[in-house]
């Protein structure tokens, strides 16, 4: 892995630590945020209502971002994600207003639809040969137009007893907070200790490599499409328990917001890069900088995309200069004497 200190696992891939440097910044630059908006705001942003939204957007933001990065780590895109949320959401609304489907079984429905989404596109892409790109920007518009038609644009409304995960909290922690908590821990276990997740790490470090080192690195990339409908499927589920409302608009932001995460999050744009921790703490800084510019109506709301659009840009230029000054380094460094 290109990313902070590794050890070789027994099966001679790379396996990434807990910690690197880049996340520890990420740690510093989270308590300086957070450092300012308390000194900026004590009252507003020191409370249990702050603490409460501030979790449940970090757990939104981390997620969507989940399901970008699982693509990303095996150097691919999906550009669908915001598509697949929105079909899931209706499918989701439908089971649940029209067809009477009992709750448990109608977010069973909803994450099968996720699932499926990310299998066909992963199909495409391995099966055909087709740039995840263009696979997965087709098939955002698919998502999209079939969830206007079906819905005619209109919400489906739901029970209050489906917004407990989305609208409740313990000690003013939100329960979406804590569910995808224990999604990224299970993903940090994933690329740390199984073989599936060193594969995918092995496939976007350098796929010819991988492939003939005996990965089936089609099938890879296929399984990390399935993770990432069915993390972005999971998303909108939680969106709707948040919303009381299964919105079909739902995912239209996502695009944006699974890439600025991801990437302040230090996932490798060229594969092969990523950490659960690292996510986590850029959905934080994510959240925390949008909590802080509509406190302190620094940015109007009309430019807020423009400057997101310029933390991305920014974020991936530190981190390209990262890599070129760790490049240069090692370029320095004097082979050892045989």
Not at 29 to 42: D, E
Request: glycine fraction near 12%; charge should be positive; charged fraction near 10%.
């Amino acid at each position: 892995m290109r990313d902070g200190k590794t050890d070789k696992s027994p099966t001679g891939f790379q396996r990434p630590e807990l910690f690197s440097g880049r996340t520890m910044g990420l740690i510093i630059s989270t308590g300086i945020l957070m450092s300012v908006l308390a000194v900026q705001s004590p009252h507003s942003f020191i409370s249990k209502d702050a603490m409460f939204f501030i979790s449940r957007q970090t757990g939104l933001a981390a997620l969507i971002a989940l399901s970008q990065a699982v693509c990303l780590t095996v150097g691919g895109m999906n550009l669908s994600v915001g598509g697949i949320g929105s079909i899931t959401t209706v499918v989701l609304g439908l089971s649940l207003q029209n067809w009477g489907v009992p709750p448990w079984l109608a977010v069973l429905m909803a994450l099968s639809v996720g699932v499926a989404a990310g299998a066909l596109n992963g199909l495409i892409i391995t099966r055909l040969g087709i740039d995840s790109f263009i696979v997965t920007l087709s098939m955002m518009f698919v998502y999209m137009g079939l969830r206007s038609g079906i819905s005619g644009g209109e919400p489906y409304e739901v029970s209050d007893s489906f917004g407990l995960i989305g609208r409740e909290s313990v000690f003013g922690v939100s329960y979406i907070f804590l569910v995808v908590g224990a999604v990224l821990l299970a993903s940090s276990y994933m690329y740390r200790c199984t073989m599936f997740g060193r594969h995918m790490l092995a496939t976007g470090g350098n796929a010819e490599a991988a492939r003939l080192s005996g990965i089936d690195t089609e099938k890879t990339i296929f399984r990390a499409n399935v993770l990432s409908g069915l993390f972005a499927s999971l998303a909108a589920v939680l969106y709707a328990s948040r919303n009381l409302s299964a919105a079909p608009e739902t995912g239209d932001a996502w695009l944006i917001i699974s890439f600025a995460v991801a990437i302040i999050g230090g996932t490798g744009l060229q594969g092969g890069v990523v950490s659960a921790l690292g996510i986590f703490m850029g959905a934080t800084i994510f959240t925390l900088i949008e909590h802080g510019l509509v406190q302190f109506k620094a940015v109007p709301p009309a430019y807020m995309r423009s400057f997101l659009g310029g933390l991305i840009l920014l974020a991936v230029i530190v981190d390209r200069t990262r890599e070129i000054v760790a490049e240069k380094r090692k370029r320095q460094v004097p082979p050892a004497a045989g």
